[in-house]
């Protein structure tokens, strides 16, 4: 008689933001045995890994991980765009008729275009796998959730709660348990100091001479800078645990899905790398990631556990005034003052009116009302747009929508194909030059531009596979059929990329 494949129980998909292959490895003397050193030493490691779109933020990153497909076709551009309709920014996840759980922020995943791992595993069981979420941070956690989940949890910046949106239901009884006001009571008394004294006597970077650290959480923004320090991967890790030990994941033959996001980036998004501070979050980490895999050993077992580690593949460049010291070329791109000029010219062209209808990032928003008006063509006034930003300083390329939907293939011109969505991206994006600023005052930002090679591992881990380091580029978009190809079910419906092994 046949018998039915044997399939994992479990699959945890582990999102580190903003994980660096350089960190990882240089920090590896600060590491037990149980944590990184375990994942690369026992699973199938990939260190050539990219992502096919630019730019690249957490939002865009955590879509494209779990459905297997672009920002062209999943939607997700960034973490926040320019609504053509209401002229104001729209943040991804935003979502006025879901009210949030333990916090004031309306959510669901509706501008998630496409389907994701956990939508396809609740189709296959007709619903009976369980998919569960948590981050700290809200985009992660409701992207890497998807349509289908039974719960996505994060940590609210105002409240400090474990927090959720109504989109999916009712909150599983052991999340209200495991908040029951401990953690946003805990972070205004915690002190964030090195976990041992080896911190301080390691140093991975030339000319530090940081020895200790020490940071409290205080005022209006406390639980939003928590979530940048390498103590907010102990509060992840444990409510993972919960999930595990409460939520009834993986005690039966119907495979069911975790996602988990970790934090590895700068503190408070410092400018330029607090070196102790990184190397206590980066020695935090593997101390979490031992306790998660030893908790899935004792509650599933490893063995019948597939897992996944990857990066979002990006780190987030502020503005620096210091290399001016060290004559590298570098100045600011007002996004704002380029914007009023552009309108200018064109007025000067054309006529009267309000050309540019909004600008957001690098990108500017042509209103096209005003050129049906005008009976002028969107195509011949993106060309004449085209040849006048060019003429700024710190300007490396300008792409229009045109240009960029059907212009001709570039490796170059790909990537940033691959980032745009014609129904929430600007009509032109402005490539900024490597070590330039990009300023809004607007917003009072100003951010660093940097075209800097990023490099990040992908691991598989546990179930069958085996012990391999793999040097093969491969691109990220190959995480979901992998998974999908494991637990028999059909990759998302926008993923076209074949599965790796």
Request: hydrophobic share 35%; net charge negative; charged share 20%.
């Amino acid at each position: 008689m046949a018998q039915t494949a044997v399939v994992p129980r479990l699959v945890v998909g582990i999102t580190i933001d903003q994980l660096r292959s350089d960190y990882l490895n240089a920090f590896m003397p600060l590491y037990g045995e149980g944590g990184f050193k375990l994942l690369l030493e026992k699973g199938q490691v990939y260190s050539n890994v990219q992502y096919q779109h630019v730019p690249i933020d957490r939002a865009s990153a955590v879509a494209s991980i779990v459905t297997g497909t672009i920002p062209y076709t999943h939607g997700i551009i960034a973490e926040e765009w320019m609504s053509r309709t209401e002229l104001h920014t729209n943040y991804c996840v935003d979502d006025r008729n879901y009210k949030g759980v333990e916090t004031n922020d309306c959510s669901s995943p509706k501008n998630l275009l496409v389907s994701t791992i956990g939508d396809e595993l609740k189709a296959a069981t007709k619903g009976k796998s369980l998919v569960f979420s948590v981050a700290p941070f809200r985009e992660a956690a409701i992207l890497a959730a998807g349509h289908a989940a039974d719960w996505a949890m994060w940590i609210d910046n105002q409240s400090g709660r474990w927090a959720g949106t109504t989109y999916y239901g009712q909150a599983p009884s052991w999340v209200r348990y495991l908040d029951s006001g401990t953690l946003a009571n805990k972070v205004p008394s915690m002190t964030w100091k090195p976990s041992n004294e080896y911190i301080g006597e390691y140093n991975y970077y030339l000319t530090s001479s940081q020895k200790s650290f020490s940071h409290k959480f205080t005022g209006d923004s406390k639980f939003r800078v928590f979530k940048t320090s390498g103590l907010v991967n102990e509060e992840v890790t444990k409510a993972v645990r919960y999930c595990l030990e409460n939520g009834n994941a993986g005690i039966d033959e119907i495979t069911d899905y975790i996602s988990v996001c970790y934090y590895a980036g700068n503190f408070d998004g410092a400018s330029t790398t607090a070196t102790a501070e990184l190397q206590d979050t980066y020695k935090r980490l593997d101390d979490e990631l031992s306790a998660l895999l030893a908790k899935i050993d004792q509650l599933v077992g490893l063995d019948k556990t597939l897992i996944y580690l990857t990066s979002t593949g990006y780190d987030k460049p502020e503005a620096s005034d210091d290399i001016a010291e060290y004559r590298i070329p570098t100045g600011d791109f007002n996004i704002n003052r380029c914007a009023t000029l552009l309108n200018m010219y064109l007025c000067a062209m054309f006529g009267n009116g309000q050309y540019v209808e909004s600008y957001f990032g690098n990108q500017f928003y042509i209103n096209h009302k005003l050129l049906e008006q005008k009976q002028l063509k969107l195509a011949e006034i993106l060309e004449h747009c085209e040849d006048f930003l060019f003429q700024f300083s710190g300007v490396k390329d300008v792409f229009t929508a045109h240009r960029i939907t059907q212009g001709a293939w570039t490796p170059g011109i790909s990537n940033i194909r691959n980032g745009f969505n014609p129904k929430c991206s600007g009509d032109i994006i402005v490539q900024v030059s490597p070590g330039w600023n990009l300023v809004n005052e607007d917003r009072g930002t100003k951010k660093m531009q940097r075209d800097s090679f990023f490099e990040f591992p992908l691991i598989f881990f546990g179930y069958t596979i085996k012990a391999e380091k793999v040097a093969t580029p491969v691109t990220i978009d190959c995480i979901a059929p992998t998974i999908a190809h494991h637990i028999r079910i059909r990759a998302p419906n926008a993923c076209s990329t074949p599965p790796l092994f």
